[in-house]
C-alpha cells in the first residue's frame, strides 16, 4: 500500500536531513581546527624541548665555569657556598 506524506511530514523530514547536513559540516570544521592545534602543541613542544636543552647546557656551562651556586640574574652574581 503507497501513501503521501503530508507537506508537514515533507517540511519536517527536509529540516532534519539538513540540520543533519549543517552538524556533520561543524563538526568537520571543528575536527579540522582540533588537527591544526595538534599541530601547533607539536611544534610547541618541540620549541620547550630545545629550550630545555639549552637551559642544561647553560647550567652545566655554569656550574663547571663558577661550581654550584645559587646566580642572582638582576645582580649579575653567582653566589657559592664557602
Known amino acids: 500500500m503507497e501513501q503521501n506524506l503530508t507537506s508537514e511530514e515533507i517540511q519536517a523530514l527536509k529540516d532534519l536531513q539538513e540540520k543533519t547536513k549543517e552538524l556533520t559540516k561543524k563538526f568537520g570544521e571543528v575536527e579540522m581546527q582540533i588537527q591544526t592545534l595538534k599541530l601547533v602543541?607539536?611544534?610547541?613542544?618541540?620549541?620547550?624541548?630545545?629550550?630545555?636543552?639549552?637551559?642544561?647546557?647553560?647550567?652545566?656551562?655554569?656550574?663547571?665555569?663558577?661550581?654550584?651556586?645559587?646566580?642572582?640574574l638582576d645582580l649579575g652574581k653567582v653566589v657559592t657556598p664557602d
Request: hydrophobic share 25%; no cysteine; glycine share 10%.
Open 41 to 72: 602543541k607539536t611544534n610547541l613542544d618541540n620549541q620547550f624541548q630545545k629550550l630545555k636543552s639549552i637551559e642544561k647546557e647553560i647550567g652545566e656551562h655554569l656550574s663547571k665555569k663558577y661550581g654550584d651556586g645559587q646566580i642572582f
